[in-house]
């Protein structure tokens, strides 16, 4: 069974950049594409990032995500931060299901 | 703008079925491609994708939980109803449905979410 990785959490101070990683169990990442949700306290989640590297409208370009191939994994990179963006991330693929990662907390103090 | 939100018990008892409700607006799922899905989050745990069904009436579900699980639409009513058998203590959970976006097999947006508590 396909499964994504994430580290459990991490932190970093205000205006900084964090990445955050999401490693794929098989197969390659790249044959579909993955998602990144936010998921604040007591809410739902909201897309930050989808297709790998795109941004919904609304989100600032402080987000980006990318693939890397050689290591079966994709990451959320986050610049600038800012303490709104403490929050839940969860990647997401397809293998002839929906997966998501286990999530990550971002803590930003 | 795309809502969707989720209705149906906060309380069933160990053993009961459960019956979701997902009522959206915004968007049609006789659309080409489109199709609503529910994942739900037991507290502090993760998202778990749990079945989706597309404007076709192809239905897709969890392969962990595929006995347990039914999913239908009423495309004139734009509803999309879940019905999960033999609940358990376990399956508490904040149960979400979302709009399911074709080709890159996406979930946006998402409904506000609905905590079902599994308990006698």
Redesign the interface.
């Known amino acids: 069974n396909f499964m994504l990785t994430q580290p459990h959490s991490v932190s970093e101070s205000p205006g900084k950049t964090v990445t955050i990683s999401c490693t794929g169990s098989s197969g390659s990442i790249a044959s ?2 993955v ?1 990144w ?1 936010q998921q604040r306290p007591g809410s ?4 930050v990032i ?2 790998d590297n795109q941004r ?1 409208s609304g989100v600032p370009d402080r987000f980006s995500g990318s693939i890397d191939s050689s290591s079966n994994s994709a990451s959320l990179t986050i610049s600038g931060l800012k303490t709104e963006d403490e929050a839940d991330y ?1 990647c ?3 293998d002839s ?7 990550t907390k971002l803590t930003v103090l | 703008q795309i809502t969707l939100k989720e209705s149906g018990p906060t309380l069933v008892k160990p053993t009961q079925t459960l019956t979701l409700t997902c009522t959206f607006s915004g968007f049609s799922l006789s659309t080409s491609g489109v199709g609503v899905g529910w994942i739900r989050q037991p507290p502090g745990k993760a998202l778990e994708w749990l079945a989706l069904i597309y404007w076709d009436d192809d239905k897709r579900y969890s392969p962990s939980l595929k006995s347990r699980l039914t999913i239908t639409k009423d495309t004139s009513k734009n509803q999309v109803v879940l019905t999960m058998t033999n609940m358990d203590p376990v399956d508490t959970a904040t149960y979400y449905c979302a709009r399911g976006l074709p080709i890159s097999f996406w979930f946006d947006p998402w409904g506000q979410g609905t905590l079902v508590t599994v308990s006698s």
């Not at chain 1, 739902?44 to 897309?47: D, N």
């Not at chain 1, 299901?97 to 999530?103: E, N, T």
């Open positions: 579909n594409y998602q949700y739902a989640p909201t897309t989808y297709e919904p969860y997401q693929s397809y299901r929906w997966v998501f990662g286990g999530g």
